[in-house]
């Protein structure tokens, strides 16, 4: 499987048939096809994943709008529902060592960011929702004595959940735990290139007793799998992470079927402000985490680094410092610090990103490198000389490449820096750092962005809203907000006399 070693119990769950989870039964694909899954690592094959087609997905819709209306899910009591969640944390964190090992392999990041961040934060969503479960409220009104209002809080349904392949574990722990909270049923779609852990979540939710139904999973392609989930008349909501075009897509797909409900977590392209006062032993590492974490395969990666011109070439020379020390290599070993890109297809795009910024002006400071035998590894790397209408700096790159300008001491700060940091489509993201809180405290008003970190990056809590203002997404993933993409609202009017 690979020249590191995994867990026995890891090597066998990789190296069989994987079939989808439907109404509690594994099952093939109606046609029996199936689809390489490939480590990106070595470009190798690991195993096979059923090919899940329009015809699954109508098997696994039928299975959760029967495990809806009338299994014992959406009736059982919150608590009954928290306890189950409660469960299926243990076995996660009891599988832990698995889980990385999988993620791993079939995404090519480090086995100990898996075990650091990827299970511990699936973990704590799980826990936070199980928690929630029992606070999911109505109302009452009063405004007539003659009559008696209230309103409900009742799951939407039917929900259809397609995530991406960037944090394949934790984007599909993002989904399942608010609308399993809420008593909503689940047709989940792992993104093709990593298929493996929900697969192995599906095998912890079976063991943990989730009534049959309650959690489907269909492996296969996004064009017909996915498509056809998004398009469905009978899936009541559908929540989409990945790319903002595949998200037009699916907003296409519900008006044009049964207007069902959208939430999307789609790209980003967010800034990190470093003022002259920052305490740059705190922000170059952070700018560099920012970009380099997860190997720029992150949606919210703090791809766009404005500097103040006092302070930039420290900034850029501190940061390429760090990038030169990335010890880049397989995932599961443990020397490893930035895995390869998730596939070829990603690598191109990344390094036709790099190559299109120099040839239109860009100054590679450092990285730029390709490839390492089979595997699909691009280095770190900064971009500096950049204009604002150029592609690498309009558009999500989706790899671990940052581009860098400088700003000047102007007047009216705040407006100006704001308007540049928001010169973009997207607004998922942003990092300011400076000494004087107040200061930044202010720009974080100004900015078009569903998180805005001060002082930090790439900070995450269950309890935190995720989401994305303008073409980076609607809806907010996490926190109480969660439960709102699963819920809908009734309103109950009694005539009293
Ligand atoms: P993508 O095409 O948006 O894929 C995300 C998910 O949507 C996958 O499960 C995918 O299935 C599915 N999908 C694709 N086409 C679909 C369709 N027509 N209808 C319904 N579902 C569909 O993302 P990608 O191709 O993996 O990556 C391309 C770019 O997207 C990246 O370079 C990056 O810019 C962005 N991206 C963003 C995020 C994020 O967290 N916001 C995550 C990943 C990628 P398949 O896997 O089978 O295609
Ligand atoms: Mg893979």
Not at 309 to 329: E, R, S
Not at 377 to 405: N, R, W, Y
Request: aromatic share 8%; net charge negative.
């Amino acid at each position: 499987m690979t020249q590191f070693k995994v867990s026995p119990a890891t090597e066998q769950f990789v190296k069989k048939q994987h079939r989808m989870f439907i109404n509690g039964y594994w099952l093939s694909s109606h046609c029996e096809k199936t689809f390489p899954v490939i480590n990106p690592a070595t470009g190798l094959i690991l195993t096979h994943a059923a090919e899940g087609d329009k015809e699954d997905i109508n098997r696994a819709v039928i299975a959760a709008r029967k495990a809806f209306e009338t299994g014992p899910w959406p009736r059982m009591s919150p608590s009954d529902r928290g306890r189950l969640l409660l469960k299926l944390v243990d076995l996660i964190e009891s599988h832990a060592e698995e889980f990385s090992e999988i993620e791993s392999l079939d995404n090519g990041k480090p086995k100990s960011v898996a075990l650091a961040v990827d299970v511990p934060l699936s973990a704590d969503i799980f826990r936070y929702m199980a928690g929630r479960a029992t606070g999911i409220e109505g109302r009452t009104k009063s405004f007539n004595s003659d009559l008696l209002a209230y309103t409900l809080r009742e799951p939407v349904g039917v929900a259809g959940q397609i995530v991406p392949w960037n944090f394949p574990l934790l984007m599909a722990a993002w989904k399942l735990a608010p609308a399993l909270a809420t008593g909503c049923t689940v047709v989940l779609k792992p993104a093709e290139q990593t298929p493996l852990s929900a697969l192995f979540l599906g095998e912890l939710i079976q063991e943990a007793g989730f009534p049959d139904g309650v959690v489907n999973i269909v492996t296969g392609f996004g064009h017909t799998a996915g498509a056809a989930l998004a398009s469905h008349m009978d899936v009541d909501k559908i929540a989409f992470t990945g790319s903002t075009e595949v998200g037009k897509l699916i907003v296409h797909a519900a008006a044009n079927s049964n207007l069902k409900k959208v939430s999307l977590e789609l790209g980003g392209k967010s800034p990190n402000i470093i003022f002259p006062d920052a305490d740059l032993d705190l922000a170059i590492p952070g700018a560099a985490n920012a970009i380099f974490f997860n190997h720029g395969q992150c949606c919210c990666a703090g791809s766009v680094v404005y500097a103040h011109k006092k302070i930039f070439d420290k900034v850029i020379d501190g940061i390429a410092g760090i990038a030169g020390k990335i010890q880049l290599g397989n995932g599961l070993d443990p020397t490893t610090e930035m895995g390869p890109l998730v596939s070829q297809e990603q690598l191109n795009t990344v390094r036709g990103y790099v190559d299109e910024g120099v040839k239109s002006g860009a100054e590679l400071v450092i990285g730029g490198i390709c490839s390492m035998g089979d595997g699909y590894f691009h280095s770190p790397t900064i971009l500096t000389d950049v204009q604002a209408d150029m592609k690498v700096v309009k558009e999500e790159i989706f790899g671990p490449v940052v581009v860098a300008m400088p700003f000047s001491d102007i007047s009216d700060e705040i407006t100006a820096i704001a308007k540049v940091a928001n010169n973009t489509k997207y607004g998922l993201a942003a990092g300011i750092w400076t000494k004087d809180v107040a200061k930044a405290s202010l720009l974080a008003q100004r900015i078009k962005a569903g998180t805005v970190w001060i002082n930090c990056y790439n900070v995450f809590d269950a309890s935190l809203p995720f989401g994305g203002y303008k073409q980076s997404g609607w809806g907010r993933e996490m926190g109480e907000e969660a439960i709102e993409l699963y819920t809908q609202t009734k309103a109950v009017t009694v005539r009293l006399r």
